[in-house]
């Protein structure tokens, strides 16, 4: 067991955080957030330039050929920062599904593309009848002159108003919950019948709903055996969103801890009331215990053992979710009043803690999950 | 002890209803159902009518122009008018200022004042807090330095709710620095339309913003709007704070969107359906809590510190059922397309049409445990007053 990063997992979080402090003052990511686009392409121009756009990805492939652990390393900054571009939809999901799922072909056309910042992606996987389960899919798919016509609905795509290509699941057999009969495919942002309504997300992110009618889409993997695809996909976003969490609430807890120390009422630092102490306390020992589990998610998320690594990360996602609902919410608690403002920067850090939870299941779907599996 | 359902209670739930039924207009009930913002209109347009047919003020003496209900029928109008999805009042001259003004006030301070909270002609704030001056409040440096008839009020307070709609502000200040700090405060009544007065709006991050900051310089406030004797406003200011916290502690909303989830709760995860009904109990305890805390004891107008408890399992109560309604959008609680939340948006919602509601509502729900006294202060309270620690 070995929990130190090695010498290039140190030089890339020194690289990342350094990212962060030069760009990511909170001020400047507000101003970011309020724009059209929401993020920013030269940032993400940046990124390509340093490799991290390639991070998972085989070095035939254009990419860095790292494990989970790099991931963890790039998204706990992200978290520390509060970070906008669509790392997560187009680097870990749609990137990691290419990846998964893709031909050698496949591959060689969008990874390189992906590392260098030409091509971005989004995952389209849920539906509004399906909640959390990756195998309720309703979204059609035809074959049609030796390819495949897609019909149907897709929502809350995130990355979806900046993609260039999307990976979709639709149903190529069977009912509507059937494991069997899922199919992945890659769709042009420019396909014909494909419409996407792009929205802000609660935590300034970008999302859109997908309405495909009778759109071409390639299949990415095995016709009719897309599931596990998906699942692995959603397996390593749940990993990369605990590191972020990670991040977020590493920096929520200096913020509170600080505050606790500044702020005065009865004449003395509010800190000195044991009954705050001991919430920092617990909310100190929630993000340790949330670290805990965001490596071990990074370590395990390559594993080969499809079952033992889907209970690993409910294990992981449903530490996250209850610590990130913890020091979410007494950070606010703690702040009293300049908490709730918007000009704080509390609010948002608890706002993003707050979607992730509401992101690739919540506690109930993976404790369901992992005394499943 | 016996439960008394009496008939003359179904009997006023009815007329209740009817009432609402015939004076609430559609859009602002599909707004509230929605959680949609709210016009300054949209609220007190409904004060009034709720006024005209002398409903406004149901915790004050007949005498002084209450309805004369029993503390149950006061209980079935808040609980009736949240189910109906009529908009909360502004609650601070009807549930405040008035009690305070009955109490403390001068005959003529009682002819000025209450005839405007009873018609809804008037709108108030409360100025208590300040910058520097929060669960600490007797702490507070707002200035009032008496010049001949007037006080000239200088200082900042800050969350002052709905003080951008307000009329007038009920204000501590501080008139007498020498003694203790709960020595020299003393209550001024303060028309928001002086010249120095300067209301700026602040932004919360649920982006559901109703609160502000309050600026006074060099107001000139008549002696004759402070209320009670000068120095003696923190006795006013306790007195005020039972009442605050002695609501009937947000059953009503509670209730309201319990009876929405219980509707969107399509069973398929018994989980969620548990913790639904969880909380529905949970309220429950907190609908006999009331009225066997609060509603027994107002005969002789002693609310103690029971009602610290009330306003703490009230708003953890609430705070629970706001986060369970965003629970249940799953993925729709992402999508927040702010215009949607405003005036004149007609647009396709984006997934079930209460999910963007509901997401600004839990973020802004955090704010119960803030405001009114911070629960860790209400535990204070029970811990000193009740428990002798
Ligand atoms: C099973 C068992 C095994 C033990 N083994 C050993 C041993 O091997 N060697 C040894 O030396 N002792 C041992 N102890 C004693 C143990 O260390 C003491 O019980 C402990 O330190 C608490 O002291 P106390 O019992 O006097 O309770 P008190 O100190 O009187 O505490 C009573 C309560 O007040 C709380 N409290 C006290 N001070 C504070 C404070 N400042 N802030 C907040 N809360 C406070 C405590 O948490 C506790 O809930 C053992 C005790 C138990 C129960
Ligand atoms: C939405 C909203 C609306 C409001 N509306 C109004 C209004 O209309 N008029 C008005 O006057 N005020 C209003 N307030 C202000 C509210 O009363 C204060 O926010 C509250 O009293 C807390 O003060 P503070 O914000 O300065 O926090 P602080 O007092 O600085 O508290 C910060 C944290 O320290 C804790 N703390 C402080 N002292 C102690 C202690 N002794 N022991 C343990 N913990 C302690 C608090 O519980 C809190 O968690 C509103 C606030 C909000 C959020």
């Known amino acids: 067991m070995d929990f130190d990063y090695s010498e290039d997992q140190q030089l890339l979080h020194e690289s990342v955080q350094r990212f962060v402090r030069e760009n990511y003052s909170f001020e400047a990511r507000r101003q970011l957030v309020a724009t059209e686009q929401g993020w920013s392409d030269a940032h993400w121009a940046q990124f390509a330039e340093l490799g991290w756009l390639g991070i998972p990805f085989p070095e035939e492939h254009g990419g860095l050929g790292m494990s989970g652990v ?292 919540d506690n109930d779907y993976h404790l369901r999950r992992y005394a499943a599996l | 002890m016996r439960i008394d359902i009496a008939d003359r209670d179904r009997a006023f739930r009815d007329e209740v209803r009817a009432f609402i039924r015939e004076r609430l207009p559609q859009d602002v009930r599909d707004k509230v159902r929605d959680g949609s913002l709210l016009t300054r209109d949209d609220v007190v347009d409904w004060m009034r009518a709720v006024s005209e047919r002398g409903w406004m003020c149901p915790n004050w003496p007949e005498t002084a122009g209450g309805p004369g209900w029993t503390p149950s029928q006061r209980f079935i109008f808040e609980e009736e008018s949240y189910l109906a999805c009529a908009p909360a009042p502004v609650p601070f001259g009807p549930q405040m200022v008035g009690p305070v003004l009955l109490a403390f006030g001068t005959e003529e301070q009682k002819a000025r004042h209450l005839p405007g909270i009873l018609s809804s002609g008037t709108i108030w704030c409360q100025g208590y807090s300040e910058p520097n001056s929060g669960s600490d409040l007797a ?67 649920s982006r559901m913003s109703d609160f502000n900051e309050v600026i006074f310089e060099d107001v000139r406030v008549p002696v004759s709007e402070r209320v009670y004797d000068e120095g003696k406003g923190w006795t006013c200011a306790k007195y005020l704070l039972g009442h605050e916290r002695s609501g009937t502690a947000g059953v009503g909303l509670c209730r309201q969107r319990l009876d929405r989830l219980e509707e969107i709760d399509d069973g398929r995860d018994p989980e969620f359906s548990r913790r639904i009904a969880e909380t529905g109990a949970a309220l429950e305890d907190l609908r006999w809590s009331f009225l066997r805390m609060v509603a027994a004891k107002e005969a002789d107008d002693e609310i103690g510190p029971e009602a610290s408890l009330l306003k703490i399992r009230g708003t953890e109560i609430q705070q629970d059922v706001m986060e369970l309604l965003m629970e249940a959008q799953g993925y729709f609680a992402h999508p927040f397309i702010e215009r949607a939340l405003a005036q004149g948006w007609n647009e396709p919602p984006v997934g079930p049409s209460e999910a963007a509601g509901a997401t600004a509502f839990y973020f802004d729900w955090r704010k119960a445990s803030i405001y009114g006294g911070s629960n860790e202060i209400q535990r204070n309270i029970i811990a000193k007053a009740v428990l002798g620690l």
Not at chain 2, 173 to 200: A, E, F, H
Request: negative net charge.
């Open chain 2, 139 to 205: 702490s507070l440096g707002c200035r009032a330095v008496r010049d001949g008839d007037h006080y000239i009020v200088n200082g900042r307070k800050i969350w002052t709710t709905n003080a951008d709609w307000a009329d007038w502000c009920f204000a501590l200040v501080r008139t007498d620095n020498s003694g203790k700090k709960q020595d020299g405060i003393s209550v001024l009544l303060i028309d928001m339309s002086l010249p120095g007065v300067t209301v700026r709006p602040i932004e919360r991050f």
């Open chain 1, 70 to 361: 790099e991931t963890m390393v790039v998204m706990e900054a992200i978290g520390n920062g509060l970070v906008a571009e669509p790392y997560l939809s187009t680097v870990v999901m749609g990137g990691g599904a290419v990846a998964a799922a893709g031909s050698d072909e496949q591959k060689a056309e969008i990874l390189p593309a992906v590392a260098e910042g030409k091509c971005k992606l989004a995952f389209a996987f849920a539906e509004r009848q399906a909640r959390y389960n990756l195998q309720d899919v309703e979204m059609r798919a035809e074959a049609a002159n030796g390819g495949y016509r897609l019909s149907g609905m897709k929502s809350v795509v995130f990355g979806a108003p900046t993609a260039d290509r999307f990976v979709v699941s639709a149903r190529t057999a069977g009912g509507s919950r059937d494991a069997d009969g899922i199919t992945l495919f890659l769709v042009d942002k420019e396909a014909a019948g494909l419409s996407v309504r792009g929205y802000p997300t609660a935590d300034g992110l970008r999302a859109g709903e997908l309405t495909l009618d009778g759109t071409p889409g390639d299949v990415l993997g095995e016709v009719d055996g897309g599931l596990p695809a998906v699942e692995e996909v959603v397996d390593r976003a749940i990993a990369a969103v605990s590191a972020e969490a990670v991040g977020l609430m590493g920096t929520l807890n200096d913020m509170t801890l600080e505050y606790l120390k500044t702020r005065e009422q009865f004449g003395q630092p509010i800190g000195r009331f044991q009954v705050l102490q001991h919430r920092m306390v617990d909310m100190f020992i929630a993000h340790e215990e949330a670290k805990s589990m965001a490596m071990m998610a990074a370590m395990r998320i390559d594993e080969e053992d499809a079952d033992a690594r889907k209970k690993a990360m409910s294990a992981a996602k449903v530490q996250i979710g209850k610590s990130a609902r913890f020091v979410g919410q007494q950070s606010i608690q703690l702040h009293g009043g300049i908490g709730m403002t918007d000009e704080y920067a509390a609010g948002h850090y608890f706002k993003r803690l707050t979607m992730i939870d509401r992101s690739f299941g």
